[in-house]
Structures are given as C-alpha cells and as structure tokens.
C-alpha cells in the first residue's frame, strides 16, 4: 500500500543585488566592522535597491524554486509566505506574489511567526499535502528588512543585523514507495510571555485613537527593538532543545544527518549550539557573512544554496532549526 508523504521537491531563492558591507554602515552609525563580525559573523548583507519590493524578491525565488521542480506556476495549489516585512499591513506579501506568478485565483496566504516563520509555513504544508487537500504547496520566506531599520547609532545594535531576501521550496504530495523524499518530523514552540524582548511596537491597532502618532515616530518606537544578550540566551537553549526532540521523534540520531541548517541570526549563536550537541562544522553551512539576518527568508535561502552547491541533493537529510520574536521556535527533519 502506498502511503501519501509530502516532500521537499524544489527550492530557491533570490537576494537583491545591492551589497551592503559593514564598512558602508560605519558611514551611516557608530559602528565598526571589527564589532559588527565579532558578534555576529556578518560581512555583508543585501538591500533593495530603490522601487523594488517584497513581491519581487518572492516571485523570483518562487520562480527558481518551481524551475528545480520542474514545474510551473500554474502547478501550484496553494502559496504560503512567511514574512514579519509584508508588503501592506494588509494584504500582506503573498497576494502581490501570486499576481506576479501569473495566477489568478491560486488561494494564498501570509503567515506570521517571524524568524521561525518558514519553519511554522513548511509544518502547514506538510499537513495540508499529507491530509490530501493540495498536491503542491509553495512556500516562501521573504523578508525586507532594510526599509524598516534605523540605521543610525540609536538603532545600531539590531540594524546592522538584518538583510532582505527570500527563498521557496515547493512542498508536494509523494506516493512512490521508492521516493525516500519526505518531510519527517517538524516540532513548533512558542512562548508569548517574551512577545516584547524582540517587537516593533507601532503601527498598533491597539494603539488609540489612530495605530501610530506622531509621539510614536519620533520616540523611533516603529523600529524594531530587542533585548539582545536575553534573546541570545534564549535562542542558545531553545535550539538544541527542539532539535533534539525533533530527531528523537523521528527516531534519528544527530550522525544520521547529512547537513544542519539553523536560522542565520547571528553566527555565535550557531557555533554554541552545534557545539552544545556535538555537531562538526563542516555539517553546518552557513551564509550569515553575506546576508545578514533574513529573518523568514533565512532558512529556505540556505537550503536552496546548499543545494546550488551540491551540498545536499536527493535523498540527503537535512536538519533545519530557528528562533525568533514571539518568542518562536522549532525545527524541521527531512529527507530530500
Ligand atoms: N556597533 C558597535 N557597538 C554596538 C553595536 C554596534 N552595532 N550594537 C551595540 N553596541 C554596543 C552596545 O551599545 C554596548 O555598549 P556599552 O557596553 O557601552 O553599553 C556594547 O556594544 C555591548 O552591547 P551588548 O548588547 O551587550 O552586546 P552583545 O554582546 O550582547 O551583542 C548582539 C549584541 C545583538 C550581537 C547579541 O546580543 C545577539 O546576537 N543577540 C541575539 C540577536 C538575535 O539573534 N536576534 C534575532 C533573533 S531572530
């Protein structure tokens, strides 16, 4: 009897082409790129250049993801798109995307859970594929980050973090007993008592009479804010925690895996947790050095450049984990 699995059967991504080093924000803040690399492991990160957007970051990630499917837009049953920089407070991203895809009425939706949004997107895609009520999912991280961070000293401590980017993956139905590529095991987290250590707090419907003021934008509170060292903390527990519970699950031990992708926050973070478990660094790939923090986008960006590169490819196992605002965690256990 066959039975139905949903698989990760393409991925790609796209990132501007403006390159921002850390030697081009020492101009604009008091920072330096010795601080900036200390950190965080971050060179370089990428920023739109004027006139481009969210939706065109994701349509061509989309468009590269369906292309190492094999297949194409109108292929697509459903599109899922995790962002914490949508385009439009409303709609969203993913409207703008699925017309720039060509499609007409392909249901789509935005999803927040910010840095683990691909993750909290691809564990939607997993269930809606395996429960038989779409055969292809497209599922997008994408992220502009650079049009909403203060980049002057006040703000320096979360800007010179971020990147814009977005990456996708086509998530499809697998009926073929000899086909190993399946999505094994996914383990979401969340923990909203920490919801204002990592925020932006304007624009807020919460916020009366209007959801921003002018009081707000001077007090600089519709730039994101964090409390640094308590979220690294909690990111370097988090991570094993949930990666560990995820294998076991799964029934798989930490040697099975070919390649560990985690969330590119901050390259420190990622050393001390594959140190905590043991994890070589050449089964770890990073690119945090050249794009920064990419908050949705971050996770399907590497996986689609790790297997750009031929370090994974069918019937790899790929380990992947993040955190974020919210606070947010979880990770995800496949088989391509
Ligand atoms: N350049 C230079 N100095 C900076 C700076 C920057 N960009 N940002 C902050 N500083 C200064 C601070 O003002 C502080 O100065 P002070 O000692 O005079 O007060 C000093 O550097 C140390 O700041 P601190 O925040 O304690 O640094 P840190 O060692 O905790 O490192 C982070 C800061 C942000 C790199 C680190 O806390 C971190 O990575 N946290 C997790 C971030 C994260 O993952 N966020 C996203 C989750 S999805």
């Known amino acids: 009897m066959t039975t139905r ?10 990132v501007p082409e403006r390159v921002v080093t850390n030697q081009e924000l020492e101009a604009l803040m008091d920072t330096t790129d010795e601080w900036i690399q200390q950190r965080s492991g971050i060179k370089e990160r990428r920023y739109v250049s004027p006139g481009e957007t969210p939706a065109d970051l994701g349509q061509h990630a989309c468009e590269r993801a369906l292309q190492s499917a094999g297949l194409d837009p109108q292929d697509v049953d459903m599109i899922l798109l995790a962002t914490l920089s949508a385009q439009h407070e409303f709609p969203g991203t993913s409207f703008f995307v699925q017309r720039r895809l060509g499609l007409e009425d392909t249901p789509c939706m935005d999803l927040r859970a910010q840095c683990t949004g691909f993750l909290y997107a691809l564990t939607t895609a997993n269930s809606l594929v395996r429960a038989g009520q779409y055969d292809r999912v497209l599922v997008v991280g994408c992220e502009v980050h650079s049009t909403g961070i203060d980049l002057t000293t006040e703000g320096r401590d979360v800007a010179v973090l971020f990147g814009d980017g977005a990456g996708a993956v086509v998530v499809e139905a697998n009926e073929d007993d000899s086909d190993p590529g399946e999505i094994i095991e996914c383990r979401l987290h969340a923990q909203g008592e920490h919801a204002k250590r990592l925020w ?19 007090a600089k509170k519709h730039f994101p804010r964090m409390e640094g060292r308590f979220v690294f903390k909690h990111a370097v527990t988090r991570m094993p925690e949930v990666l560990q519970q995820t294998l076991s699950s799964a029934s798989l031990k930490m040697e099975d895996v ?8 901050n390259l420190r973070i990622n050393e001390y947790v594959a140190g905590q478990l043991g994890i070589p660094p050449e089964k770890c790939f990073s690119n945090i050095e050249r794009y920064g923090n990419c908050s949705a986008g971050s996770i399907p960006i590497l996986l689609a450049e790790a297997s750009e590169r031929g370090l994974v490819g069918p019937g790899s196992l790929v380990c992947m984990t993040g955190f974020g605002s919210g606070f947010s965690w979880g990770s995800a256990v496949v088989r391509l």
């Open 5 to 14: 699995r949903a698989k990760i059967s393409g991925a790609g991504f796209y």
């Open 200 to 218: 932006i707090e304007f624009p807020s419907s919460a916020h009366q009479p209007t959801r921003i003021d002018q009081e707000a934008v001077l």
């Open 258 to 265: 070919d390649l560990f992708l985690f969330h590119q926050a």
